[in-house]
């Protein structure tokens, strides 16, 4: 049986809670009333933009717009954005500096700032390099796709086509077959009639002499 107190278990279990709690990262999430008589299907615009004002989630939202909130470190934004770079501006060459992409995609140096380690872009300016980025995927999607398609379409092509050969040698040898056969039918014909007319001279010239 275990001898420990209530009270020490108590302790111990609290001070794993609050272990695990400080362990992990913790979100808050604003909760926002549509209306104030909990009814479905009812939007108070008005009550709404007052508590997204009072929990400063405007301000928050004015502020990150303002700012730099979008960043990368050079080799993640490298990494992320030199194939969209060379897709959309044609140049085959893969860029090791961001410099290159940025004055390309946010042509207004005011969107973005280069710090020591990392590429600042502003919301909007992000918003677009992440647009060009969904576009370079479809884009490699469809190409993808017409690659396999083509792949496909040839290989039935190759069946198909070797299917049809076979078919072709069949009916050529089944033709040759055919034409032999009816040249031999000919040949036994004409030699019946050649032996037919033999005998019946044989027989007129033998009734001619008796």
């Known amino acids: ?17 609050v272990k695990l ?38 301000e928050t939202v004015r502020a990150r717009r303002a700012g730099w909130p979008v960043n990368y470190p050079f080799q993640e934004f490298v990494q992320r954005y030199a194939e969209v ?25 005011e969107n973005w700032r280069i710090g020591s380690s990392k590429v600042f872009v502003k919301d909007k300016s992000g918003q677009l390099l992440e647009e060009r980025y969904k576009v370079f995927r479809i884009s490699c999607k469809l190409i993808l796709q017409a690659h396999v398609k083509m792949t496909l ?7 198909w086509s070797g ?8 009916w050529r040898m089944f033709s040759a077959v055919r034409v032999r056969l009816l040249k031999l039918e000919a040949a ?23």
């Open 21 to 58: 709690i400080e362990s992990g990262k913790a979100h808050y999430v604003r909760c926002v009333k549509p209306n104030n008589l909990r009814k479905g299907h009812s939007f108070d615009a008005a009550n709404v933009v007052r508590q997204l004002r009072c929990s400063g989630v405007t």
């Open 188 to 210: 036994r014909v004409m030699e019946a009639f050649a032996r037919r007319g033999v005998m019946r001279e044989r027989l007129r010239q033998s009734r001619a002499a008796a």
């Open 85 to 109: 770079y060379a897709h959309w501006s044609g140049d085959r060459r893969r860029p090791t500096d961001p410099l290159p992409i940025l004055r390309y995609f946010l042509v207004d140096p």
């Open 163 to 170: 299917s049809a050969v076979k078919v072709q040698k069949t």
């Open 153 to 159: 379409q040839r290989r039935r092509y190759g069946q």
């Open 1 to 17: 049986a275990d001898k420990r107190s209530l009270g020490f278990q108590f302790k111990q279990q609290l001070t794993e809670l």
